[in-house]
């Protein structure tokens, strides 16, 4: 799991902008003193309904104005929502194309792709109906992004998640008065969660705040975060006794809404028969290179075997920090001695011990300033160690997650040339939608795409290891690109989901089952795979394009110098023939 915040510079106008009134007409090219209309719906709409509706969004960007403000999860905030977003959608619709740049031109897509987005979730898929964990993991999000980052005293902070705290049982009367019948499945993650979200609350919360002294500051915080741990307390009652035994909805959001979440999110428009043609193709790709790099590595083992002699090459707990520091600083040096990528910036993210607040949540990610931070700009790859302890083998279990393979892979993924890479580079991006909204097939199949284009250049100089684990990270997004799509689309059962991560993804029965449940409440995970095919074949394509001229670096950096839109935008600007992206 990783935190990714994208940078974004957004002009002193944003900043200032009074909150304007949605029932104008679509604007014209300039208003009288010269500013672009285009430019000044984008800042509105950013304002009055992007971060005016997640403001917990906002203080994770750095907009602290929004820090003592919380999603309202009601029915009446939903249909706010909706009537907001279908007059932008109005607004950014009417704006004629002709009037924009080839850039601008790509914006606005990209801005109704996001609306229309968002009016999918709201009016057709409608997890606030369905899931109960839609309601008790984002508040633990909403005190976490305050917490993350010391962008001011432990004091103000703790000031702004009183503030935020103080709202949260209001959280629970929503979701008793929304949830309609959901997905047992959804009810059973729901329940899984709230353990660890009420520990969260009783231990993880007060440590980050222990310097505080302020008598009357504490007794505050008591009083709200005792609310807190009382209403998720309540509430996982109501979800064992009340919700569980009438949750028979179906999780499946079917094919027409999948097609449309992918052309929203994606802009990907290809029939879903050819895209589980394209995806089954690749997963035979990749389990044939893995059982030929296998029999490389020992032809009288099982690649079974063979994998689980890798988890045991760790390092040992106390070293775990230091080998992600190695691995980062070699990694960097590969990239600019073998001109991979430009580098925008020599500064190496801090590697650091997962603070105690967020060891529920993740293992290793990647926390990057939010773009209006001024103060807090480090960032930070974050690992978690064992708890200290826990059994032997517990820890060595817990260590088998960080064999050499893993290290090498995460960093890549997360650091060089992956996640903070692109960080560094967003505030490049040629507009402020470019700089903010993006897609996940750009993301994290950007990520993901390093992890087998550092090996194909030649890093680790042939280790047949690190490919057979560059090669299991593939298989596993592989079966998660299947999976979600066959499950929601009905012709795959959730049984038969964790049954095909085991046999075809190679994948053990825990993690296929810890996967298979992501797949039912997050449909598109297919976003890893479907990413990479589209930038391997955009590489193939500018190459043929470029013909002698074509260098790799070129490649990474033109790409990298659009933001992080669907690939589609970034296919337009570098091939300009509109040809498919698969």
């Given at each position: 799991?990783?935190k990714?915040?994208?940078?974004?510079?957004?002009?002193s106008l944003?900043?200032g902008l009074a909150?304007?009134?949605l029932?104008?007409p679509?604007?014209?090219p300039?208003?009288?003193?010269?500013?672009?209309a285009?430019?000044?719906?984008?800042?509105?709409?950013?304002l009055?309904?992007?971060?005016?509706?997640?403001?917990?969004?906002?203080?994770?960007?750095?907009?602290?104005?929004?820090?003592?403000?919380?999603e309202?999860?009601?029915?009446?905030?939903?249909?706010?929502?909706?009537k907001v977003?279908?007059?932008?959608?109005?607004?950014?619709?009417?704006?004629a194309?002709?009037?924009?740049?080839?850039?601008?031109?790509?914006?606005?897509?990209?801005?109704?792709?996001?609306?229309?987005?968002?009016?999918?979730?709201?009016?057709?898929?409608?997890?606030w109906?369905?899931?109960?964990?839609?309601?008790?993991?984002?508040?633990a999000?909403?005190?976490?992004?305050?917490?993350?980052r010391?962008?001011?005293?432990?004091?103000?902070?703790?000031?702004?998640?009183?503030a935020?705290?103080?709202?949260?049982?209001?959280?629970?009367?929503?979701?008793?008065?929304?949830?309609?019948?959901?997905?047992?499945?959804?009810?059973?993650?729901?329940?899984?969660?709230?353990?660890?979200?009420?520990s969260?609350?009783?231990?993880?919360?007060p440590?980050?705040?222990?310097?505080?002294?302020?008598?009357?500051?504490?007794?505050?915080?008591?009083?709200?975060?005792?609310?807190?741990?009382?209403?998720l307390?309540?509430?996982?009652?109501y979800?064992?006794?009340?919700?569980?035994?009438?949750?028979?909805?179906?999780?499946?959001?079917?094919?027409?809404?999948?097609?449309r979440?992918?052309?929203?999110?994606?802009?990907?428009?290809?029939?879903?028969?050819?895209?589980?043609?394209?995806?089954?193709a690749?997963?035979?790709?990749?389990?044939?290179?893995?059982?030929?790099?296998?029999?490389?590595?020992?032809?009288?083992?099982?690649?079974?075997?063979?994998?689980?002699?890798?988890?045991?090459?760790?390092?040992?707990?106390?070293?775990?920090?230091?080998?992600?520091?190695?691995?980062?600083?070699?990694?960097?040096?590969?990239?600019?001695?073998?001109?991979?990528?430009?580098?925008?910036?020599?500064?190496?993210?801090?590697?650091?011990?997962?603070?105690?607040?967020?060891?529920?949540?993740?293992s290793a990610s990647m926390?990057?300033?939010?773009?209006?931070?001024k103060?807090?700009?480090?960032?930070y790859?974050?690992?978690?160690?064992?708890?200290?302890?826990?059994?032997?083998?517990?820890?060595?279990?817990?260590?088998?997650?960080?064999?050499?393979?893993t290290?090498?892979?995460?960093a890549i993924?997360?650091?060089?040339?992956?996640?903070?890479?692109?960080?560094?580079?967003?505030?490049?991006?040629?507009?402020?939608?470019?700089?903010?909204?993006?897609?996940?097939?750009?993301?994290?199949?950007?990520?993901?795409?390093?992890?087998?284009?550092?090996?194909?250049?030649?890093?680790?100089?042939?280790?047949?290891?690190?490919?057979?684990?560059?090669?299991?990270?593939?298989?596993?997004?592989?079966?998660r690109?299947?999976?979600?799509i066959?499950?929601h689309?009905?012709?795959m059962?959730?049984?038969?989901?964790?049954?095909f991560?085991?046999?075809?993804?190679?994948?053990?029965?825990?993690?296929?089952?810890?996967?298979?449940?992501?797949?039912?409440?997050?449909?598109?995970?297919?976003?890893?795979?479907?990413?990479k095919?589209?930038?391997?074949?955009?590489?193939?394509?500018?190459?043929?394009?470029?013909?002698?001229?074509?260098?790799?670096?070129?490649?990474?950096?033109?790409?990298?110098?659009?933001?992080?839109?669907?690939?589609?935008?970034?296919r337009?600007?570098?091939?300009?023939?509109?040809s498919?992206?698969?």
């Amino acid at each position: 799991m990783r935190k990714w915040f994208v940078a974004v510079l957004l002009s002193s106008l944003v900043l200032g902008l009074a909150t304007a009134s949605l029932g104008q007409p679509a604007p014209s090219p300039f208003d009288d003193n010269g500013t672009p209309a285009w430019d000044k719906l984008v800042d509105r709409y950013l304002l009055d309904c992007y971060f005016h509706f997640a403001p917990t969004s906002g203080t994770a960007n750095g907009l602290h104005r929004f820090d003592d403000q919380l999603e309202d999860y009601s029915r009446a905030a939903v249909d706010a929502e909706i009537k907001v977003l279908r007059q932008f959608e109005k607004e950014v619709a009417a704006f004629a194309p002709g009037k924009l740049s080839p850039v601008e031109r790509g914006d606005r897509e990209i801005v109704l792709g996001t609306i229309r987005a968002r009016l999918l979730e709201l009016e057709e898929i409608r997890s606030w109906e369905k899931n109960p964990d839609g309601y008790s993991a984002p508040i633990a999000n909403s005190v976490f992004v305050i917490m993350s980052r010391d962008f001011a005293s432990q004091e103000d902070r703790l000031r702004s998640v009183i503030a935020r705290e103080k709202q949260m049982p209001a959280v629970f009367d929503a979701a008793r008065a929304n949830l309609k019948d959901p997905p047992r499945v959804y009810t059973e993650v729901a329940l899984l969660q709230i353990p660890g979200i009420v520990s969260f609350f009783q231990k993880d919360v007060p440590a980050a705040f222990s310097q505080v002294k302020d008598p009357r500051l504490l007794a505050d915080f008591r009083s709200s975060n005792d609310a807190v741990i009382a209403a998720l307390a309540s509430y996982g009652k109501y979800l064992q006794d009340d919700l569980l035994p009438r949750s028979h909805g179906d999780f499946r959001i079917g094919a027409k809404n999948f097609r449309r979440k992918l052309l929203y999110d994606e802009m990907v428009d290809m029939p879903l028969e050819k895209l589980l043609q394209v995806g089954m193709a690749d997963l035979r790709q990749n389990q044939r290179a893995f059982k030929e790099t296998a029999a490389r590595i020992d032809p009288n083992r099982t690649p079974q075997q063979i994998l689980q002699d890798l988890e045991k090459d760790h390092p040992a707990p106390d070293h775990l920090l230091q080998s992600f520091r190695d691995s980062l600083g070699g990694l960097k040096s590969y990239i600019e001695e073998h001109n991979i990528i430009s580098m925008p910036s020599e500064t190496l993210p801090i590697v650091e011990e997962t603070p105690p607040f967020a060891r529920a949540l993740t293992s290793a990610s990647m926390d990057t300033p939010g773009p209006f931070e001024k103060k807090a700009t480090e960032s930070y790859l974050n690992v978690t160690l064992p708890e200290p302890g826990s059994p032997a083998n517990e820890v060595e279990e817990y260590m088998a997650s960080f064999n050499r393979g893993t290290i090498i892979s995460t960093a890549i993924h997360e650091a060089y040339p992956g996640h903070y890479t692109q960080f560094l580079w967003t505030p490049r991006a040629p507009t402020t939608v470019r700089k903010l909204l993006g897609a996940g097939t750009n993301v994290e199949g950007w990520a993901h795409y390093t992890e087998q284009m550092m090996l194909d250049q030649g890093y680790g100089n042939g280790d047949l290891k690190l490919k057979l684990g560059q090669l299991q990270d593939a298989l596993l997004r592989n079966a998660r690109y299947i999976v979600g799509i066959r499950m929601h689309t009905g012709t795959m059962t959730f049984d038969e989901g964790v049954a095909f991560f085991e046999k075809e993804g190679f994948q053990p029965h825990p993690n296929a089952l810890k996967e298979t449940r992501r797949g039912t409440s997050d449909p598109t995970y297919l976003v890893y795979t479907l990413g990479k095919l589209q930038i391997l074949k955009l590489r193939e394509d500018y190459k043929k394009k470029m013909g002698s001229k074509f260098t790799l670096q070129d490649f990474h950096d033109r790409f990298m110098g659009q933001g992080f839109p669907p690939v589609k935008i970034i296919r337009e600007a570098m091939i300009g023939d509109g040809s498919p992206v698969l």
